[in-house]
C-alpha cells in the first residue's frame, strides 16, 4: 500500500486537485462487455482434465479478459464412466454434442476439450490458449441477446443477427456453480475435484425467425437439490450447421 500524503493546500484547492485526478464518468454506464462462450468438454474420470476445469474456473471468476464476459459451460461426458467412475453429471447429451463439434472440426473428440463460441476448439488445460482465445473469438459481429428470467420462467429475446448467419436455434442452458465431487474411483481415485460451472440443463427453444428475430419464454424445471444461488441462466444463438455461436447473454436463477 503507498504511503499517505499530507496536502496543505488550501480547502478549495485540494479540491480542484482532486478533481482534475479523477477519471471522467461516463454518464451512459460502463460499456457492456462482450459474451463469450466456453465449452469444456470434461469427466471426473480423466486424468487431465481437472487442471482444465480450474483453467476455465479461474478465468470465469476473475473475468479477468478485458472487455469480455466469459461464460463458463462445464460439459461433462460419459464415455469415461466405464473406466472406473461414473460421473454423477455425465450425460450422453453432452457426449453427442461433443461429438457434433468434432465432426465439423475434424479433431476427434477428447478430453479436456475447450470449444469457443463454437468457433474454435483447443487442449482445455492451456490457460494462455483460452485466454488469447476469448479474447479472438470477443471480435466476430455478434447477435443482441436478451434474457430475463423470473422465478423459474426465463424469456429470451433476440434481434440484429449477422450478416450472412445461417439458420440458426436458440438454445436455453443452466448451469450451476461452486460443485466438487470426492472420486471414488479411476484415474481421479482420492482426489476432491471441483468444478467450472456445470451444465446441469441444455434445451432447445426452436429456429431463428426468417426475419432474424426470435421470442421465446419456457418455464424451467429445477431439481430441488440444485443450489439456486449457484444457478445462472445462458441464452446461445448458434448456427445449426456449422454449430457457430453468434449470440449470448446470462441471467441469474
Given at each position: 500500500m503507498?504511503?499517505?500524503?499530507?496536502l496543505t493546500?488550501?480547502?478549495?484547492?485540494?479540491?480542484?486537485v482532486?478533481?482534475l485526478?479523477?477519471?471522467?464518468v461516463?454518464?451512459?454506464?460502463?460499456?457492456?462487455?462482450?459474451?463469450?462462450?466456453?465449452e469444456?468438454f470434461?469427466?471426473?474420470?480423466c486424468s487431465?482434465?481437472?487442471a482444465?476445469?480450474?483453467?476455465l474456473?479461474q478465468?470465469?471468476?476473475?473475468?479477468s479478459?478485458?472487455?469480455?464476459?466469459?461464460?463458463a459451460?462445464?460439459e461433462?461426458?460419459?464415455y469415461?464412466?466405464?473406466?472406473?467412475?461414473?460421473?454423477?453429471?455425465s450425460?450422453?447429451?453432452f457426449?453427442?454434442?461433443q461429438?457434433?463439434?468434432?465432426?465439423?472440426?475434424?479433431?476427434?473428440?477428447?478430453?479436456?476439450?475447450?470449444?469457443v463460441n463454437?468457433r474454435?476448439?483447443?487442449?482445455?488445460?492451456?490457460?494462455?490458449?483460452?485466454?488469447?482465445?476469448?479474447?479472438k473469438?470477443?471480435?466476430?459481429?455478434?447477435?443482441?441477446?436478451?434474457?430475463?428470467t423470473?422465478?423459474?420462467?426465463?424469456?429470451?429475446?433476440?434481434?440484429s443477427?449477422?450478416?450472412?448467419t445461417?439458420?440458426?436455434?436458440?438454445?436455453?442452458?443452466?448451469?450451476?456453480?461452486g460443485?466438487?465431487?470426492?472420486v471414488?474411483?479411476?484415474?481421479?481415485?482420492?482426489?476432491?475435484?471441483?468444478?467450472?460451472?456445470?451444465?446441469?440443463?441444455?434445451i432447445?427453444?426452436g429456429?431463428?425467425?426468417?426475419?432474424?428475430?426470435?421470442t421465446g419464454?419456457?418455464?424451467?424445471?429445477l431439481?430441488?437439490?440444485?443450489?439456486?444461488?449457484?444457478?445462472?441462466?445462458v441464452a446461445?444463438?448458434?448456427?445449426?450447421a456449422?454449430?457457430?455461436?453468434?449470440?449470448?447473454?446470462?441471467?441469474?436463477?
Amino acid at each position: 500500500m503507498k504511503n499517505a500524503v499530507l496536502l496543505t493546500l488550501p480547502l478549495l484547492g485540494a479540491m480542484a486537485v482532486l478533481a482534475l485526478a479523477q477519471p471522467a464518468v461516463n454518464p451512459g454506464g460502463p460499456a457492456a462487455r462482450v459474451p463469450v462462450v466456453v465449452e469444456l468438454f470434461t469427466s471426473e474420470g480423466c486424468s487431465s482434465c481437472p487442471a482444465a476445469d480450474a483453467a476455465l474456473r479461474q478465468l470465469e471468476t476473475a473475468q479477468s479478459v478485458p472487455g469480455v464476459e466469459v461464460i463458463a459451460l462445464g460439459e461433462h461426458v460419459d464415455y469415461w464412466n466405464r473406466l472406473g467412475w461414473k460421473d454423477g453429471f455425465s450425460s450422453a447429451a453432452f457426449t453427442a454434442r461433443q461429438r457434433q463439434y468434432a465432426a465439423g472440426f475434424g479433431s476427434g473428440a477428447y478430453t479436456p476439450q475447450a470449444v469457443v463460441n463454437g468457433r474454435y476448439e483447443f487442449v482445455g488445460s492451456h490457460a494462455a490458449e483460452l485466454a488469447q482465445t476469448v479474447a479472438k473469438a470477443a471480435t466476430a459481429p455478434r447477435a443482441t441477446v436478451a434474457l430475463t428470467t423470473a422465478g423459474s420462467t426465463a424469456r429470451v429475446h433476440v434481434a440484429s443477427v449477422p450478416a450472412g448467419t445461417a439458420a440458426a436455434e436458440v438454445l436455453l442452458v443452466v448451469t450451476e456453480s461452486g460443485l466438487a465431487s470426492q472420486v471414488g474411483g479411476g484415474e481421479n481415485s482420492g482426489r476432491l475435484l471441483r468444478h467450472a460451472p456445470v451444465v446441469r440443463q441444455l434445451i432447445s427453444l426452436g429456429k431463428m425467425g426468417s426475419a432474424g428475430t426470435f421470442t421465446g419464454t419456457t418455464e424451467l424445471k429445477l431439481n430441488a437439490g440444485w443450489k439456486r444461488p449457484n444457478l445462472r441462466a445462458v441464452a446461445l444463438v448458434q448456427e445449426t450447421a456449422s454449430h457457430r455461436i453468434v449470440g449470448a447473454a446470462t441471467a441469474a436463477l
